[in-house]
């Protein structure tokens, strides 16, 4: 999701940030946008002057049981997002959008670490409104798209957007025009 969104902004100057050091850079390349990776988070606040668009679109997943060991699932669902809103310093009409899940959808037996994952993400961006007035947040909660995040369940359902597509609507949906795809 974060390759297709960074893509619908071609031509605008971005920062990336991200796990995978190999796609990060490739895809910085292809974009001509400046790379942090996902660990450096006060570097990258500290290299941006302020932000006037930031879009969290980091994501895990994994399937296990409440009584079975796990990775932090928190750690990308909850952590960076803190960790950015923490640091980072904002225009005036500053927007930030973070990609959030319907509980609805992920309420089901070896998910609740993601599902308490991103019920933490809505829960601090609740507070961040309050606290960071000049900034305009939004949480979006897209049907389903076809990303590796549906590997534990066997693949994405039928019908579910592709990347490029879900990209598109939420990047249309964005004001002001420069931003449009």
């Avoid at 001509?32 to 988070?41: C, L, R, S």
């Avoid at 549906?150 to 931003?179: C, H, M, N, V």
Wanted: glycine letters at 8%.
């Amino acid at each position: 999701m974060g390759s297709a969104l960074a893509s619908q902004l071609l031509g605008e100057e971005l920062w990336l940030s991200g796990r995978n050091q190999a796609r990060l850079e490739s895809l910085a390349a292809s974009l001509g946008a400046q790379i942090y990776p996902a660990a450096e988070v006060a570097a990258l606040a500290q290299a941006v002057s302020l932000i006037d668009l930031l879009i969290y679109a980091a994501g895990a997943v994994e399937r296990a049981l409440i009584k079975e060991p796990s990775r932090d699932l928190f750690a990308a669902n909850f952590w960076g997002a803190y960790f950015l809103l923490r640091h980072l310093r904002w225009n005036p009409g500053g927007r930030a959008l973070f990609l959030g899940a319907y509980p609805r959808y992920i309420a089901y037996p070896g998910f609740g670490l993601y599902a308490a994952s991103k019920a933490a993400l809505e829960g601090l961006l609740e507070v961040a409104r309050k606290e960071l007035k000049d900034v305009s947040f939004c949480l979006v909660r897209l049907p389903a798209v076809r990303t590796p995040l549906w590997a534990p369940l066997g693949g994405a359902p039928r019908g579910a957007l592709s990347p490029e597509e879900a990209a598109q609507k939420i990047i249309s949906k964005l004001a002001p025009p420069a931003y449009s795809a």
